[in-house]
């Protein structure tokens, strides 16, 4: 055994099994190399890249469902910790904002200002009861007068209030609550956006606000997540 070890440990045996060790590292080293790079590529054809095409087109729920979906496929484990944080911070904004209907929610503030109009003038914007077994539990604005929002959603499709020209979709918008004033409720006259202009209320409306900040943080969500080196190797 003595013997065995004054062998090992002489000179010329220690290079050489210094050159072995290090040769067997080395080749490790490129395996584990080629093999992190393909898997990393791997992640970038089957999941970043898809990801990112679907992100380019319109927000939907189907586009979040395929979304999420390519976010479990099998390649998607090769994901950093800090790749893994962005992505679901940008799935989630995502979830928060794929039903936004930008006519649908300045026709919800402008509905909700038009109430708010009619009870400033002492008028009762739901006299409708709703009854349960014969008993009056609530009441609530007369059904059709819900095809308001249709019609503001139609007018700002195609009248953005951001290029109102010399008030016109502002009068548009007046004569239209003026007609459903008049069929639901009263002849009265009631001036309407001589407190606020348009664009006023759309700013000032709870539901518009809730998606500024909603739109705002899925907008960070996106560019950070976007900004991952990992989408720079193409």
Not at 30 to 56: D, E, Q, T
Not at 99 to 112: G, K, P, T, W
Request: a neutral charge.
């Amino acid at each position: 055994m003595e013997k065995f070890f004054g062998w090992l440990f002489t000179c010329e045996h220690i290079f050489t099994l210094a050159t072995v060790l290090l040769s067997g590292l080395i080749s490790w080293w490129i395996s584990a190399a080629y093999f992190k790079k393909g898997n990393r590529n791997a992640l970038r054809l089957n999941v970043l890249f898809p990801m990112r095409r679907i992100i380019s087109e319109q927000r939907s729920w189907k586009n979040y469902k395929i979304l999420e979906d390519t976010s479990k496929a099998h390649d998607a484990k090769y994901l950093t910790k800090k790749e893994r944080t962005a992505l679901t911070a940008f799935l989630s904004a995502y979830k928060n904002v794929c039903s936004y209907n930008y006519s649908s929610v300045c026709a919800e503030s402008l509905f909700s200002y038009f109430c708010y109009k009619l009870e400033q003038n002492g008028i009762n914007t739901k006299p409708v009861p709703i009854e349960i077994d014969d008993e009056i539990v609530d009441y609530e604005v007369p059904s059709d007068l819900l095809y308001l929002r249709d019609d503001l959603s139609k007018i700002i499709e195609d009248r953005p209030f951001e290029y109102d020209e010399e008030g016109r979709t502002t009068n548009i918008i007046k004569d239209l609550f003026v007609k459903y004033c008049k069929r639901f409720y009263s002849n009265d006259k009631i001036e309407y956006f001589d407190d606020y202009s348009l664009d006023e209320v759309l700013k000032k409306a709870k539901n518009r606000t809730e998606w500024d900040k909603k739109l705002a943080s899925y907008k960070v969500a996106k560019d950070n997540f976007l900004a991952l080196k990992v989408f720079e190797n193409n």
